[in-house]
């Protein structure tokens, strides 16, 4: 991301506006009231559980008995026992409804409140089941449906453009794709000049399946890059993107550097937007609550 960017990305009152929805977001109000936010560096990360709906009473006080913190972003260990408390380690189970939350904090970093979704699937093999699949389809679909979300629909190249139904869900619960932004992946997978590379190139110009937010490219670590630094990584993304039919896009649709500012402010604009919506609503609520306790 350009330089000249950043502090405007980083502006204080950027911070603040979604700082109150974050603050909002972590004292449960999202149970009941819909909070803007995007549906998919080393500093300190803050770790919870927040439980599924259908948990039981029992169930929820040992799932918000995990907090650990963790100075780095290796999380393996901190996934491993959140699996363990989910029920999920040892198990057939390997999806459940609880979120693992995961906060992190640096001066540096946009401000982004992510929600990343498991991906749809429909063939069942070992570890997925055909029940699983319908559990991620209503939880994906649930999420979707929350109309002062951004969705971020991500494709990745190492499949048919037209085979992935990630697409077609979010047309219909976004028809006039206004708050969609897509986000194509592995673009280095496809053959150049090829019908395969063609077809994910016209999604990305905004053409075909159209989006308010129009379309994102990034180019994934490969296997032969798997123990490359960040620098590194972003450094093979820079060299992809300068030549081929990928010069035809924009440099702002380019690249992990622009997303984040994109993302950032897609945010902050839906939380703009949304915001004395979503405070009528709290208070709306707030206003049934103490009505229900005095009767």
């Known amino acids: 991301m350009a330089q000249s960017v950043r502090p405007r990305l980083q502006s204080e009152d950027r911070r603040e506006i979604i700082d109150i929805i974050d603050s909002l977001r972590s004292q449960g109000i999202s149970r009941y009231v819909d909070l803007p936010q995007i549906i998919v560096s080393f500093q300190e990360v803050k770790i919870s559980i927040i439980a599924g709906s259908d948990r039981t009473d029992g169930e929820r006080e040992k799932l918000s008995a995990l907090n650990p913190r963790t100075d780095g972003l290796d999380l393996s260990k901190v996934i491993d026992d959140a699996t363990e408390v989910m029920g999920l380690a040892g198990t057939d189970k ?3 409804t609880d979120i693992l939350h995961v906060e992190i904090s640096s001066p540096k970093q946009p401000h982004l409140t992510l929600v990343d979704l498991p991906g749809l699937f429909l063939a069942s093999n070992k570890d997925q089941s055909v029940e699983d699949a319908k559990l991620i389809e209503s939880l994906v679909l649930s999420y979707m449906s929350q109309p002062r979300s951004i969705v971020l629909v991500v494709l990745s190249a190492k499949s048919e453009f037209v085979l992935q139904r990630v697409t077609q869900r979010a047309r219909e619960k976004d028809p006039n794709g206004s708050c969609t932004l897509g986000l194509i992946t592995n673009p280095d997978t496809l053959d ?28 994934n670590r490969d296997f032969s890059m798997r123990n490359a630094t960040i620098a590194e990584r972003d450094e093979a993304e820079r060299e992809f993107f300068s030549k081929g039919v990928w010069t035809s896009l924009s440099p702002s649709h380019l690249g992990v550097g622009a997303l984040r500012g994109r993302l950032s402010e897609a945010l902050h604009d839906r939380i703009v937007v949304h915001l004395s919506r979503v405070l009528n609503d709290i208070q709306s609520r707030t206003m049934d609550c103490k009505s229900a306790l005095e009767r």
């Open 94 to 96: 390997v999806f459940c």
């Open 192 to 219: 150049q000049g090829s019908e395969s590379e063609k077809a994910y190139v016209e999604p990305a110009q905004n053409k075909d399946v159209e989006f308010r937010l129009r379309w994102h490219v990034l180019r």
